[in-house]
């Protein structure tokens, strides 16, 4: 029952769906290295990587093809990319995806070289099918057509290791599995991973587990012989297009599965984030001219990633929805954002949530104002070689306790950042990306661990959680005179507030505690309790031997002073073959 009424949207869809419409797919991984590319090659596509599954003017721009009516008129929806030397990575779908599917299958010309039926028919796919190409006798002009139906299977591998560090821990990771993806009657698309590892993780990921029982982005786990833990993942989604009308690009795309999402423009997100781990979901983007709407419903899960038997963890649930407003050759473009976490004492989804087009935060107070009711505002502006962005989180309103500052209830957060990309095509291709996050002391916390903003003991948005403040500076550079290198280096340095154990007061730095533990009402500020200080660097060398296949070179170094403090460093080489997953710093 708890599911049921996600289930009947979901079937109600797709039955909708019959319509000669093309299948639409999923988003890369936020702040992953080739949406990185795609800011490289055309800034413009940020937004669609960001907030939806793959559009057709996002497939245009990477593939610098045309849309198609049925009529064979071409219409140009986006400029090409500014550089053919970044989209060669598109062209190969590169592997750092973290459970997306890789750019526009459906609609590139060369899905005519997975061959039909074959075994590594070309370097990018490893077994492939697709049907035999049926001309279109009414059609007078020639056009490419996206292929109604075709499947294509690869292996996934993902080996890190490196010397044990200075105070003896080794850095190892061992993982495998398969992705499977593809289409059926040009309606509807698919994807499917699944992903099993080992892994002895960097110090800092250990204390998280040791401290909350949970692994960055990973569910269930379990521990081994070896003092490796080890877990498997799944992912799996089905999208489908709902409404389309090619003259003015408006739509409803439909997505379902289990998977992450993301909303926001920055390294990191105070609105929804991929750093906890997959879920169940449903997905309704729906364009408008230059309004864009999006849905979000999504089952989390209570408790950590301890295995407790046969016992099936309980379930809270969120519904999120956004609506912006593009402002045109501005570059200006505004959004608001509104959040719920529910939980029912009897179970399932409260039906009342499920209306896409309402104002939460009435129907929360309307049910009795036991639900946890969030609020955000984000905006983004593209000026020549800058893209600014911004969010503001509100999880409480209080006008005078927010001019007063220091009352507990006094619970929000910003980010402010941008990225810049220098045109220095003789040397490459160069992005600059700096950020600024702050969120005050008891932000995201609720009651209890029902309505709280998290899921598997992991926070929905920032990995840090709340009272802290933090900048990031993130370079990617892809040198012209080596072609498949690419460099990257991510500094964060953090301000945090700490706890002094889990059971300790409560200053406002744990989300999973309740507020009601808080140590005062008032004279709460930043940084409170036990005060420390996190920087956090990692660079990276990476080389694609083939497409999909990278050989990685990583140095990475953390230090914490204040509380807990500690140093740790790693050096470690690493394999990845359709794969390129990396836990965010913290």
Known sequence: ??????????????????????????????????????????????????????????????TKSKRYTDTGEQITLLPPLRTSKASKYFYYNHPEYNGRIRVGLGTKNWIRNLGKNSLLSTPAWFYSYMDDEVPRESQKLLYPKPYDNYL??????????????????????????????????????????????????????????D???????????????????????????????????????SHVLMSFGHDQQFVGYGYRSLILS????????????????????QNIFKELTVGDGIFSGSQIKESKYLAAHRGSLDLG?????????????????NGGFDLNYLNPIIFYRSIERDLGSGDNALLAFDARWKRK??????????????ARKIYEGKDWSNKQGY?????????????????????????????????????NYDNFNQPLAHPLGSNFREGVVRVVLKPKMIAGLTLIHTTMFAEKGFDPYIS??????????????????????????EFGRILNTKTQILYELMPNMWLTLNAQYRTQSGFRKYAESYFSVGWKWNWYEETQLF
């Open 504 to 529: 300790g007061p409560n200053y406002g730095g744990n989300i999973h505690r309740s507020y009601k533990t808080r140590v005062r009402d008032d004279n709460v500020y930043m940084q409170q309790g």
């Open 274 to 293: 991929n750093f906890s781990p997959a879920t169940a979901y449903l997905r309704l983007n729906t364009k408008i001219g230059p309004f864009s709407y």
């Open 211 to 249: 401290s909350f029982g949970t692994i960055p982005g990973v569910g269930f786990w379990m521990g081994n012989a070896w003092n490796y833990s080890d877990f498997i993942m799944a992912r799996g989604s089905v999208h489908t297009n709902l409404v389309n009308s090619a003259r003015d690009n």
């Open 415 to 451: 980010q402010l950042g941008f990225y810049y990309q220098p045109i220095i095509p003789e040397y490459g291709d160069l992005l600059v990306q700096v950020e600024f996050n702050s969120v005050r002391p008891y932000t995201y916390a609720h009651f209890d661990q029902y309505t």
């Open 329 to 345: 050759e501005s570059g200006i473009e505004i959004g608001f954002n509104e959040m719920i976490v529910h939980h029912r004492p």
């Open 152 to 209: 294509v299977v690869n292996p996934i591998v993902d080996f890190v290791t490196g010397p044990p560090a200075a105070f003896g821990r080794q850095q190892l990771t061992n993982g495998r599995g398969a992705e499977v993806f593809g289409k059926v009657g040009g309606r509807v698309a698919f994807t499917s991973q699944v992903y099993e590892a080992q892994i002895r993780p960097q110090q800092y990921v250990q204390s998280v587990l």
């Open 1 to 62: 029952m708890k599911t049921k009424s996600l289930c009947l949207v979901v079937l109600i869809g797709i039955i909708t769906a019959f319509a000669p419409l093309q299948a639409q797919y999923k988003v890369y991984q936020p702040g992953s290295l080739q949406e990185t590319y795609a800011i490289l090659s055309n800034k413009d596509v940020l937004n669609g990587f960001r907030y939806y599954p793959q559009t057709p003017e996002l497939l245009n721009t990477i």
């Open 385 to 398: 070689l800058f893209t600014y962005y911004f969010q503001l989180l509100v999880d409480e309103f209080n």
